[in-house]
């Protein structure tokens, strides 16, 4: 063999040792990197699965305590009506009850049973004096409910709260995105309460698992947190590709640096970039009495509108601007460039309402009250023409804070709207006490109009509740005219959805106004008032709110 051969075989060689000592230490650290951040995730989701159980079932116990110290022992009015009170109160529970020394139920605040009551779990001594944790169910459902009970002093009877199991376990990852472990909720004993997040393969053995156990010594609950390896290795797979191109070639090196700092933009810094530039604009879906054709009002939609004119929709930043903190800034924003832009033309009509989705958290801070008041007041726009919209798919977790916030709303003259009614965490618990002026009904149940009939029937029962509340009703998503005349037939007077008009950009749905509504050129607001026929429809009648605490 030739010198020149041996030099080749030599480099050839070095080149495998060169590359390939590099490759495998990258891949054994990344393995260890990988490793270490599923324990990091499965801790983080056990501990706040307990910190969250823990402060519910604290509230709950807190509750009980209450009603004990009051002296509350039996079914009599007094003693219901103040356990209908602390139900009321407390968020998590469902029902607060007075129950025999067996577990047997004698009473309850909503005055009749829910069901038999079958306890599946031995109870669970808490380090609180006086009071056991339960699981139980409910003849008729299968979802489990804990049951805390208050022994009181004369051993013979007990207070005792329902929690839905539901309200145990987070629904988000600490990132607020979609849960990537499976968490099993447990009593001491091994009674399961609860489990949700990423379900687990059938045949994936233990091992191939990551795997963190968490007791609560306080309440005597456990948590089992797990993942599967090979999904979290999966979602890992894009490092150690880039690991490997990084090392074999230093062009690749430069051109993944290159990519990576040109495409590497803090999403946060985006949209404060963007609100500075004013990049946020209405888009205005309109809203139609049936029975007439009358346009009566819009909901006011958020859009990007990016610098190179591509519009974002918003699921893309939305989420983000509220676990950022600036929602605020960016409904106020959102507010403003209406009245600037529409103000006019909807303040010289003054039966026209204009709606505005505000995020759960806006609902718990007064501030909210504060921005609404000066954006609208001085404005075009009347407080009287603005309803706020607050939706059931994210939780309130204070409805007393919530009632508050949208009190001092209705005090301005505004008015406050459910949306999304039915779909989310509140159900009939949001109409009893926050006190809403409207209703809104989720295109999920327009879109099931003759196809499935608990769709209908759900319809018709938030018909007749929202005209024993003297709530208005407005039907969202409605695609065709099959709807509307069943949406009539139940006395469903407001609707919006395609069958009439898409989400529309401002200078559209001033053109829509006009066409609809002409109004003489100079008319001032007041003499456009004073034109208004007395009989036009009014989105959301003023009436006297019902009492609901």
Known sequence: MSSSRYGKLAAILAGVVLVGVPVAAFSYW?????????????????????????????????GLTDLADRGVTSCSPEHVEAMHATAFR????????????DGETLCTNLGIPLGRRQIVSRPVATSVPDFVIEVVRIAGRNEP??????????????????????????????????FRTFARLTTRDGTLIEEGGAALADDEAPEDRVVFHLRSDRYGLAVVASMSRTALYASYAGIRLLGVVVILCLLGLAFAVHTYFRYRKNPIVEIERALKAN???????????????????????????????????PASFIPLAESSGLIFELTRALMLRVCREAGEAIGRRPRLAVSFNMTARLFLDEATVSM????????????????????????LEDLASARGVIASLQDLGMRVAL??????????????KLGVDIIKIDKLFIDAIGAERYSTTIIRSLCELARSMRMEIVAEGVENFDQVSYLREQGVRY??????????PCASFLQLL????????????????????SAAPHFGPACPRIATA
Do not use: N
């Open 514 to 533: 006009d066409a609809t509504d002409p109004l003489p050129r100079q008319a001032s607001p007041a003499a456009a008032a004073a034109a208004a026929p």
């Open 372 to 395: 609404v008041r000066d954006v609208f007041f001085g404005s075009p726009i009347a407080p009287s023409q603005v309803v706020l919209e607050v939706t059931e798919r994210q939780p």
């Open 279 to 313: 990049e946020f604009v209405p888009y205005f879906q309109p809203i139609l009495d049936i029975t007439d054709g009358r346009l009566i009002g819009a909901e006011v939609l958020i859009r990007w509108r990016r610098g190179d004119g591509t519009i974002a929709a």
């Open 30 to 62: 990344a393995s260890l990197h990988i490793e270490r951040q599923g324990q990091e995730e499965v801790a983080l989701a056990a501990k706040r699965a307990i910190v969250l159980a823990e402060t519910r079932i604290g509230l709950v116990i807190a």
């Open 90 to 101: 407390v968020a998590p529970i469902k029902e607060v009850a007075v129950v025999e020394a």
């Open 419 to 432: 949306d999304d009614v039915g779909t989310g965490h509140g159900g009939l618990s949001y109409l009893l």
């Open 495 to 504: 609707a919006q959805g395609y069958v009439f008009a898409p989400p529309l």
């Open 145 to 178: 409910l804990v049951r805390i009970r208050r022994i009181v002093s004369d051993g013979r009877t007990s207070l005792a709260a329902l929690i839905p199991a539901e309200l145990l376990l987070p629904k988000v990852s600490a990132h607020l995105g979609p």
